[in-house]
């Protein structure tokens, strides 16, 4: 059975930093992209950072962009998501996720991905 398991999430400050990690376990990722979701209170579920399955692409939204870094391991199994100078409005629950692809893109689109983690919250306070 497929888990993503994402930690890290917490109680910041604006401008500060944090590092999201996700956990990949019950099968061989090597062809999945994966991405990072955010949800925040009524608002609808957003793209925020993807990575190819090799890791040599990245996309990430306009929000984020400059700020927030995707990376993954060599053994595909751990993603994170580094977030510099953190602004009140990135407060949401961040979502890991996972999406076979034949293709080594950085997919963008939710429906996209096969696999979601449970989220951890992300507050940023002003």
């Known amino acids: 059975q497929v888990q993503l398991v994402e930690s890290g999430g917490g109680l910041v400050q604006a401008g500060d930093s944090l590092r999201l990690s996700c956990a990949a376990s019950?099968?061989?990722?090597?062809?999945?992209?994966m991405g990072w979701f955010r949800q925040a209170p009524g608002k609808e579920r957003e793209f925020v950072a993807s990575?190819?399955?090799?890791?040599?692409?990245?996309s990430y939204a306009d929000s984020v962009k400059g700020r927030f870094t995707i990376s993954r391991t060599n053994a595909k199994t751990t993603v994170y998501l580094q977030m510099n100078s953190l602004k009140p409005e990135d407060t949401a629950v961040y979502y890991c996720?996972?999406?076979?692809?034949?293709?080594?893109?950085?997919?963008?689109?939710?429906?996209?991905?096969?696999?979601w983690g449970q989220g951890t919250q992300v507050t940023v306070s002003s």
């Open positions: 996720a996972a999406a076979y692809s034949d293709y080594d893109l950085a997919l963008v689109r939710s429906s996209r991905y096969n696999y």
């Open positions: 019950g099968r061989t990722f090597s062809n999945y992209a």
């Open positions: 990575v190819s399955s090799s890791g040599a692409s990245r």
